[in-house]
């Protein structure tokens, strides 16, 4: 009895520690025509203000503006995500704790 569970034990044991680590999606980020490297790709996530997907973009740095390859068409603006554009809450609109009829 005790031979089969080493047994089971010593497989577990070496499955696991040859599984290998898990490692972080890679990035595949092209940009003029250049594949962003590590650092690149956090000073774009930074002007971008958040995490720019994979792909393949056109980017004029003096202004910011951002689009497809093949596509002389503006997409955006770097700092597009930026802008914290939100609903204003129920007390802004001045709807919370209203005695009278929720829809305006």
């Known amino acids: ?38 650092q690149a790709l956090a000073s774009l996530d930074r002007a971008a203000c958040q995490q720019v997907p994979n792909g393949y973009y056109w980017l004029d740095t003096s202004t910011g503006v951002w689009g497809y390859p093949g596509n002389p068409a503006p997409q955006g603006h770097i700092s597009d995500g930026c802008r914290q554009t939100r609903r204003p809450s129920l007390s802004e609109r001045g709807m919370l704790y209203s005695t009278h009829d929720w829809v305006r």
Do not use: H
Request: proline content about 5%.
């Open 1 to 38: 009895m005790a031979k089969p569970v080493l047994a089971f034990l010593f497989a577990a044991s070496f499955l696991t520690m040859s599984a290998p680590a898990v490692v972080q999606a890679q990035r595949l980020v092209v940009v003029n025509g250049r594949v962003m490297n590590s």
